[in-house]
């Protein structure tokens, strides 16, 4: 008999549910709780607010039977900027202790739901344990980290376009966004992008890395979109039918997807990357690291010369020297268009 690999998540999705109407449960102060020094303080806070109430009440009269209010000047003012600055510092505790609680949350959640998550992800606070124990060579999010992200991002990203061609249309098509190997670096610099940009939410609340992609997402996007048309005359895609679109280049529905996307990339692909990259061993990932970014660079040059080329070839402009004679024999126009197959020139 086969055994059900899924038999025991409802049980432990139950278990986390449990826990989770405990905690809403248990707002008010049992005999059960600890109570931690911050509620400690908090509840001192609002009991010495308290007892002012009764010394204000008697100020509030004094003042509105006196016929010089002027009098009680140098102690109303007195007690008003300690309360302004006793105010400000209220409301510093505050968004600290709402961080703490968003972390904790956010840590809580992650592992408990890695165990019985289908791609099983590892918590993020794990992966940065291990990178902090091992000495990594990409530990954090140094240069060797980034890089080998955007790599993986080039590759990875083409991969799902493919696949989900395949499913909506029913045939393969090129994604490539280079003239060599499966690559395309709208994808790794959308990668880049968001773990530089929400790599310090990894450990917070959901809410924070769906802001951050839809934000940063749509900037990428839209600053993608003017570069190609500025600089080759070209775009690769047109959101000017779809409702809430600025300029053709971005839209409602992509921008909030960018958003999704920002918490499956923080939550789940982030941690897979980091856990494989965690496995390469440190001298030999340097010299790949580097041997990557000569080749992505080389890569680069080639593609906007190939690209640059083929615009011009587009207006009939003829090749001025041998070198461009070159870049015309080795990527003609039928080439490019079996490469970039969304291309359009405008």
């Given at each position: 008999?086969?055994?059900?690999?899924?038999?025991?998540?409802?049980?432990?999705?139950?278990?986390?549910?449990?826990?989770?109407?405990?905690?809403?449960?248990?707002?008010?102060?049992t005999e059960q709780d600890?109570?931690?020094?911050?509620?400690?303080?908090?509840?001192?806070?609002?009991?010495?607010?308290?007892?002012?109430?009764?010394?204000?009440?008697?100020?509030?009269?004094?003042?509105?039977?006196?016929?010089?209010?002027?009098?009680?000047?140098?102690?109303?003012?007195?007690?008003?900027?300690?309360?302004?600055?006793?105010?400000?510092?209220?409301?510093?505790?505050?968004?600290?202790?709402?961080?703490?609680?968003?972390?904790?949350?956010?840590?809580?959640?992650?592992?408990?739901?890695?165990?019985?998550?289908?791609?099983?992800?590892?918590?993020?606070?794990?992966?940065?344990?291990?990178?902090?124990?091992?000495?990594?060579?990409?530990?954090?999010?140094?240069?060797?980290?980034?890089?080998?992200?955007?790599?993986?991002?080039?590759?990875?990203?083409?991969?799902?376009?493919?696949?989900?061609?395949?499913?909506?249309?029913?045939?393969?098509?090129?994604?490539?966004?280079?003239?060599?190997?499966?690559?395309?670096?709208?994808?790794?610099?959308?990668?880049?992008?968001?773990?530089?940009?929400?790599?310090?939410?990894?450990?917070?609340?959901?809410?924070?890395?769906?802001?951050?992609?839809?934000?940063?997402?749509?900037?990428?996007?839209?600053?993608?979109?003017?570069?190609?048309?500025?600089?080759?005359?070209?775009?690769?895609?047109?959101?000017?039918?779809?409702?809430?679109?600025?300029?053709?280049?971005?839209?409602?529905?992509?921008?909030?997807?960018?958003?999704?996307?920002?918490?499956?990339?923080?939550?789940?692909?982030?941690?897979?990357?980091?856990?494989?990259?965690?496995?390469?061993?440190?001298?030999?990932?340097?010299i790949l690291t580097w041997?990557?970014?000569?080749?992505?660079?080389?890569?680069?040059?080639?593609?906007?010369?190939?690209?640059?080329?083929?615009?011009?070839?587009?207006?009939?402009?003829?090749?001025?020297?041998?070198?461009?004679?070159?870049?015309?024999?080795?990527?003609?126009?039928?080439?490019?268009?079996?490469?970039?197959?969304?291309?359009?020139?405008?």
């Open positions: 008999m086969f055994r059900n690999r899924n038999a025991g998540k409802p049980l432990a999705r139950e278990k986390v549910k449990q826990w989770k109407k405990a905690l809403r449960e248990y707002d008010a102060i600890v109570v931690g020094p911050e509620e400690a303080q908090s509840i001192a806070l609002l009991e010495t607010l308290e007892a002012q109430q009764t010394g204000l009440r008697s100020l509030y009269e004094d003042l509105a039977q006196t016929q010089e209010p002027e009098a009680f000047g140098k102690a109303v003012m007195t007690r008003l900027r300690s309360q302004r600055r006793a105010a400000v510092n209220v409301a510093k505790a505050n968004q600290k202790l709402l961080e703490n609680y968003d972390e904790l949350s956010a840590r809580w959640d992650d592992l408990t739901r890695q165990p019985h998550s289908r791609l099983k992800p590892p918590a993020n606070s794990v992966i940065d344990l291990e990178e902090t124990r091992s000495g990594h060579f990409a530990s954090g999010m140094n240069l060797y980290k980034l890089l080998l992200v955007c790599f993986i991002g080039c590759f990875g990203g083409v991969v799902i376009e493919l696949l989900w061609c395949l499913l909506t249309n029913g045939y393969m098509e090129s994604r490539a966004g280079l003239v060599y190997g499966p690559f395309n670096m709208v994808y790794g610099a959308g990668a880049l992008v968001l773990t530089i940009a929400l790599y310090r939410y990894r450990n917070r609340g959901k809410w924070l890395s769906f802001l951050g992609g839809f934000l940063v997402g749509s900037a990428l996007e839209y600053f993608c979109s003017w570069a190609q048309e500025l600089l080759f005359g070209s775009v690769s895609w047109d959101y000017s039918h779809m409702p809430f679109n600025i300029n053709g280049r971005i839209c409602l529905i992509y921008s909030v997807f960018w958003g999704f996307l920002g918490v499956f990339w923080v939550k789940t692909l982030y941690p897979m990357m980091a856990e494989l990259i965690l496995k390469i061993p440190n001298r030999v990932g340097k041997a990557l970014t000569a080749f992505f660079v080389f890569d680069c040059v080639v593609t906007l010369l190939a690209v640059f080329r083929w615009s011009q070839r587009v207006d009939m402009i003829p090749a001025a020297n041998a070198f461009w004679a070159f870049i015309d024999s080795r990527f003609p126009n039928a080439r490019m268009e079996r490469i970039f197959a969304n291309m359009v020139f405008r």
